[in-house]
């Protein structure tokens, strides 16, 4: 009786770890991190990692890229969307390089930490995206055991299941004009540009400058403490 006692435990403990392991995984040898300081002295660790999980019933390998900061433990991300086995694989070999091999965005933004909350603004043309988080977790593992069963809260492609994502659109406010060269009024050719200057906490609320596709265009654009558009104001140097 005794022994069916001990392999009923031993039963019980390992099958939810089997499954766990099968399920969700980091590939080790894509994880790769650096140690870096915001403008304000924070300290704060910057990760790339690859998620190996299930979506409808397929494994899919998720592109992470996350920033803690150790001993208060903030933490957040962004994600790409799930990638089949053969497109990670073959993602990997034909661009080898960008494997985990730098900490460098290929992008410009404002990573800002305020207030116990991460802010992290990326804008082209009248489009702004704040990705943003106000999670702690008391150890590393714990923030990645979160995120491996919530990654689809924080993707790099804002959708209606986003968490962390905050979309503003700026055209309304200060028209298609001010974020196209007017040297390319009449062409029909796509124009895209950073157009994010600035981005600073100003009390409880958000302020951006935002740069228009011609000189000296500039506009300030006012978001509340939750990222919600507040206000729009063209400069006085914008004609």
Request: glycine share 6%; charged share 25%.
């Amino acid at each position: 009786m005794n022994r069916w006692k001990f392999l009923m435990v031993l039963m019980l403990i390992a099958v939810p770890a089997s499954a766990q392991s099968s399920k969700e995984r980091y590939l080790r040898d894509a994880d790769h991190m650096c140690r870096a300081t915001l403008a304000d002295g924070t300290a704060y660790e910057e990760w790339d990692r690859v998620l190996v999980t299930e979506w409808k019933g397929q494994a899919v390998y998720v592109k992470v890229r996350a920033y803690y900061r150790p001993g208060p433990g903030e933490f957040f991300w962004r994600s790409t969307g799930g990638l089949s086995e053969h497109e990670y694989a073959s993602e990997l070999k034909e661009n080898p390089e960008k494997a985990g091999a730098s900490c460098e965005e290929p992008h410009h933004h404002i990573l800002l930490f305020k207030d116990g909350e991460w802010a992290d603004f990326w804008a082209w043309n009248g489009r702004v995206e704040v990705f943003h988080c106000n999670l702690r977790f008391e150890t590393r593992e714990k923030a990645w055991s979160h995120l491996a069963k919530h990654w689809q809260d924080a993707p790099e492609s804002v959708g209606p299941a986003a968490k962390w994502v905050v979309e503003i659109l700026l055209y309304q406010q200060l028209g298609y004009d001010f974020f196209r060269p007017k040297r390319l009024e009449f062409d029909a050719r796509p124009y895209t540009y950073d157009s994010l200057i600035s981005a600073k906490k100003v009390h409880s609320n958000w302020e951006l400058e935002i740069k228009g596709a011609d000189e000296p265009n500039r506009a300030t654009v006012m978001l509340n403490s939750n990222f919600k558009l507040l206000a729009v104001t063209k400069n006085s140097a914008t004609h």
